[in-house]
T-cell receptor, first 112, second 110 residues
Framework: DVKVTQSSRYLVKRTGEKVFLECVQD?????MFWYRQDPGLGLRLIYF???????EKGDIPEGYSVSREKKERFSLILESASTNQTSMYLC???????????FGQGTRLTVV | GEDVEQSLFLSVREGDSSVINCTYT??????LYWYKQEPGAGLQLLTY?????DMKQDQRLTVLLNKKDKHLSLRIADTQTGDSAIYFC??????????FGQGTELSVKP
């Protein structure tokens, strides 16, 4: 079975802190994604990557950056956390273009 | 860009059929998906349909695709309390991204 693992289920951070959310997949997938999920808004794409060291902005990249140094790992970085970044963050991976995505369990981030 | 719309809530009685609807704007997607999210969990793929199909049946699940109207639906027969969850439709586009709807929260009453 494909496994996508996010490093934390719950995080509480202070405003202004630099926050790292880590995601690892074990199926050699090319594509990896970071979404945030908010009630009534569904999943919104923050960034995605289709290869090592490659990244593309999604729909809401402001305030975020990403890093993909190895194929299996995709990190989301909040350069200076703000309260409006309190959300559920979901990482996903897929084999190819438009194909099924496998999701991690999510990280619920609270910024105080 | 692509827009995918779902109603936010649906309530049914146990044993009834549930129909969750999704409309979209971009017709170039090859795959169309339904994901299920249970409370406190990530998303799990429930079923999918290729864009050249009109219908797909998988046990209690029936997916209907009307390409002319850009409408996708998921029917759950004999809905059970364990089906209570949020259901997302998603479209796989040419750029490699998955575009999700807002999610429909299905509540099943005994």
């Amino acid at each position: 079975d494909v496994k996508v693992t996010q490093s934390s289920r719950y995080l509480v951070k202070r405003t202004g802190e630099k926050v790292f959310l880590e995601c690892v997949q074990d199926m050699d997938h090319e594509n990896m994604f970071w979404y945030r999920q908010d009630p009534g808004l569904g999943l919104r794409l923050i960034y995605f990557s289709y290869d090592v060291k490659m990244k593309e902005k999604g729909d809401i990249p402001e305030g975020y950056s990403v890093s993909r140094e190895k194929k299996e790992r995709f990190s989301l970085i909040l350069e200076s956390a703000s309260t409006n970044q309190t959300s559920m963050y979901l990482c996903a991976s897929s084999l190819g273009q438009g194909q099924e995505a496998f999701f991690g369990q999510g990280t619920r981030l609270t910024v105080v | 860009g692509e827009d995918v719309e779902q109603s936010l809530f649906l309530s049914v009685r146990e044993g009834d059929s549930s129909v969750i609807n999704c409309t979209y704007t971009d017709s170039s997607s090859t795959y169309l998906y339904w994901y299920k999210q249970e409370p406190g969990a990530g998303l799990q793929l429930l079923t999918y349909i290729f864009s050249n199909m009109d219908m797909k049946q998988d046990q209690r699940l029936t997916v209907l695709l009307n390409k002319k109207d850009k409408h996708l639906s998921l029917r759950i027969a004999d809905t059970q309390t364990g089906d209570s969850a949020i259901y997302f439709c998603a479209l796989g586009n040419q750029g490699g991204k998955l575009i999700f709807g807002q999610g429909t929260e299905l509540s099943v009453k005994p």
